[in-house]
């Protein structure tokens, strides 16, 4: 069974930092793609960061690009997402994917997402 579990959001102030991390579990880490996803209320789920499968290559979106830095540790089994200088508009439930991208079948999980909040 696979499992995506997220944590580290909360509440910050705008220009403050959180780290959200994403431990998977029940799948080879190291044949998926990880990435960041996040939805605001009443907008549609946005692609936010992704790392390949040993993490060399990383993808942000642009919004997001100089701020927020996603890593991976191969050895844990977990994503990071290191989010700074945080806006207002950075406010979403973050959901953590996993997309297979070796041979054999194209399988894709999420995370029960963590919510960030960022106040004035």
């Known amino acids: 069974q696979v499992q995506l579990v997220e944590s580290g959001g909360g509440l910050v102030q705008a220009g403050g930092s959180l780290r959200l991390s994403c431990a998977a579990s029940g799948l080879t880490f190291s044949s998926y793609d990880m990435g960041w996803y996040r939805q605001a209320p009443g907008l549609e789920r946005e692609f936010v960061a992704a790392a390949n499968r040993s993490g060399d290559s990383t993808y942000y979106r642009d919004s997001v690009k100089g701020r927020f830095t996603i890593s991976r540790d191969n050895a844990k089994n977990t994503v990071y997402l290191q989010m700074n200088s945080l806006k207002l508009e950075d406010t979403a439930i973050y959901y953590c994917?996993?997309?297979?991208?070796?041979?054999?079948?194209?399988?894709?999980?999420w995370g029960q997402g963590t919510q960030v909040t960022v106040s004035s």
């Open positions: 994917n996993a997309k297979r991208t070796v041979a054999g079948p194209r399988l894709n999980f």
